[in-house]
């Protein structure tokens, strides 16, 4: 069963659920596509996506596993202490790189006045993690990624307008198939 997914689902999410389902289903194997492009489900290019979306395309078939808060965050040891107030535009940013497909984060930078703060740019969010764990700046992270990790603190509530929902989705013709229905059943209790 070939299954796509993000870097930050696959490394904050997944991994214990990739074990749990080989320990459940030996005899089938997982090929795990880890892109942060959306696959075509449509031209097969695997059988399952687990992702974020605001809306999934319409014909593949699946459903909402939850919604995806996300907040900032700083390493602990970065001193923030002479920022006034904590206003957003004066923070030292680890912000998405042009080249990063995320409309919804360059958006929320732009309108915040952030981009000209980026002290650091990267092309995924989980480059952006290993940059606030370095302790090079901020970011907006998922909180199913930072919330668990002790040396990073969280900088406010998470952000409304940047809560995603996320999906597992297969093609129509692929549901009924006895691997993928078993894969379905298995990652679709995550969330």
């Not at 965050?73 to 995320?102: E, V």
């Amino acid at each position: 069963v070939q299954i796509a997914t993000t870097d930050t689902l696959l490394f904050g999410l997944l991994r214990g659920e990739i074990s749990r389902f080989r320990q459940l289903e030996p005899e089938i194997t997982l090929d795990i596509i880890v892109a942060n492009e959306v696959i075509n489900l449509s031209l097969r290019e695997a059988d399952i996506a687990i992702r974020p979306a605001l809306s999934p395309d319409e014909h593949l078939v699946g459903r909402k596993l939850g919604q995806i808060q996300q907040a900032v965050y700083a390493h602990r040891k970065l001193d923030l202490s002479d920022r006034p107030c904590l206003s957003w535009k004066t923070l030292p940013w680890i912000g998405p790189s042009p080249s990063m497909t995320y409309k919804q984060l360059h958006e929320w930078m732009r309108k915040r006045e952030c981009n000209e703060q980026c002290v650091c740019r990267m092309d995924s969010v989980l480059g952006m993690y290993g940059a606030v764990m370095s302790g090079v700046g901020v970011a907006i992270l998922p909180c199913y990624l930072a919330d668990g990790n002790t040396e990073l603190r969280r900088i406010g509530d998470p952000l409304d307008e940047m809560a995603t929902d996320l999906w597992i989705l297969t093609h129509p013709d692929l549901r009924q198939t006895a691997r993928v229905r078993a894969a379905l059943d298995h990652f679709g209790k995550i969330g």
